[in-house]
């Protein structure tokens, strides 16, 4: 599988985070909705990593949010 990058700002420094076509679509559609930005979603799943003392990095954060997503819909 190919990843995607895009670009983001978090915490007011730009960033680029590369994950799979499936992820996007899945945290583009909690965006939606949730009416929120892409970059809120993205910054609150860091703040999260990064308050747990998750020594992953935030793509890795992000896949296991999306899973935890999918799981809470099933």
Known sequence: MSQIKRSLS???HRTSLALEAEFWAVLDA?????ARSLA?????????????GD????????????????????
Do not use: P
């Not at 909690?30 to 949730?34: L, N, T």
């Not at 809120?40 to 747990?52: F, G, K, N, P, Y």
């Open 30 to 34: 909690a965006c939606e909705e949730q």
């Open 10 to 12: 978090l915490a007011g």
């Open 40 to 52: 809120s979603l993205i910054a609150q799943i860091d703040e999260a990593r990064v308050t747990s």
């Open 55 to 74: 020594e992953g990095g935030l793509a890795s954060a992000c896949r296991v949010w999306v899973l935890r997503h999918v799981q809470s819909r099933a």
